[in-house]
């Protein structure tokens, strides 16, 4: 006997629908210059290629050549780099003692990473706009494609915190959960594929000898970011 509509309604289970949508929503991770890219653009067109590390110059004309008359809309997300100018050098070199030097490039540096924070949360709000953009059927696009998700988490963690270190564990959970539901999203529509690349980095592995704490590399490579 099945259940009763009446049932289903008031708690609120979803309606059984015919048919399947079909959709890719791929996890890719390698090493640097391993075909992660060239396996991302190979997936439907047009595509929007999200590019934080500014690797769609390195590979463009050999895409262009594999991948003829395909429409890639490429949007660069990365983050300034902003280094020490000559007038901070000069204003350091300028100062009687060293511990005045290390008081003043210590300012400075904490002024250099505030001023990264400020376009982390500059390109946050923007890469939520055009996310909330691709994921809507009328925007046309077929597939998008994040190169790479590793830089992406990074940067809503600057974005959040201001620091990607020294954050207390208890403030990540609502981070991690936000950028979760996001990343939800195309399975409301189940109309645009969703590439996410990754970076990865070394594992470690804690270990205790003679009572003391270490940390020691597996040898084994992991996912860098969510």
Not at 49 to 59: A, G
Request: hydrophobic fraction near 40%; charge should be positive.
């Amino acid at each position: 006997m099945p259940v009763s509509q009446e049932i289903l309604s008031k708690f609120g289970f979803a309606p059984q629908t015919s048919g399947v949508k079909p959709f890719i929503y791929l996890s890719v991770e390698g090493a640097t210059k391993h075909g992660k890219t060239h396996l991302a653009l190979s997936a439907p067109g047009p595509i929007c290629y999200i590019d934080f590390d500014r690797r769609f110059d390195d590979i463009k004309d050999k895409t262009q050549a594999l991948y003829p008359g395909k429409q890639i809309c490429v949007k660069p997300l990365d983050l300034p780099q902003i280094f020490e100018t000559p007038e901070e050098s000069k204003a350091k070199a300028a100062l009687p003692t060293l511990e005045a030097r290390k008081e003043l490039q210590a300012k400075q540096m904490f002024d250099r990473a505030s001023k990264v924070a400020d376009a982390a949360a500059d390109r946050w709000a923007e890469f939520l706009g055009l996310w909330r953009m691709v994921m809507n059927p009328k925007s046309g696009f077929r597939t998008v494609v994040i190169d790479t998700a590793s830089a992406l988490y990074e940067m809503a963690s600057l974005a959040k915190f201001g620091k990607m270190v020294q954050v207390p564990q208890m403030m990540w959970a609502p981070m991690k959960a936000e950028f979760a539901a996001l990343m939800k999203l195309p399975y409301n529509t189940r109309q645009v594929n969703v590439i996410l690349l990754h970076h990865l980095k070394d594992e470690y592995k804690n270990t205790t000898v003679n009572g003391r704490e270490s940390s020691e590399k597996t040898g084994a490579r992991v996912r860098r970011g969510f």
